[in-house]
């Protein structure tokens, strides 16, 4: 079993950047592949980034490439979501999610553990 806790999310105007981070527990962290999804009111689940178990791969979404930054550190069982340039869209609670298979990795089913979620809120 793997626990996965965000945090980072809050208030911030169009423009800000902000910092997401999703710790999870347990010694085998490197062998997660880890992901960012958003859910804004009202809509499906959407994929946001995904980054390989070594951090050599890394793919985004068309709407926040450029923007946004997935990054990860082994050593502190840690994932990164650098967020810059937000957007009013960009509004949504943040989750991360871990799987050990690269398959569907850009889809929500292809996760399976998920964390609580962090509310990202961009003001325009």
């Known amino acids: 079993q793997v626990m996965l806790v965000e945090s980072g999310g809050g208030l911030v105007q169009a423009g800000d950047s902000l910092r997401l981070s999703c710790t999870t527990s347990g010694r085998t962290f490197s062998s997660y592949v880890m992901g960012w999804f958003r859910q804004a009111p009202g809509k499906e689940r959407e994929f946001v980034a995904t980054i390989s178990w070594s951090g050599s791969r890394r793919y985004y979404a068309d709407s926040v490439k450029g923007r946004f930054t997935i990054s990860r550190d082994n050593a502190k069982n840690t994932v990164y979501l650098d967020m810059s340039s937000l957007k009013p869209e960009d509004t949504a609670v943040y989750y991360c999610?871990?799987?050990?298979?690269?398959?569907?990795?850009?889809?929500?089913?292809?996760?399976?553990?998920w964390g609580q979620g962090t509310q990202v809120t961009v003001s325009s």
């Open positions: 999610a871990a799987t050990q298979k690269y398959g569907r990795a850009w889809y929500p089913d292809g996760y399976d553990y």
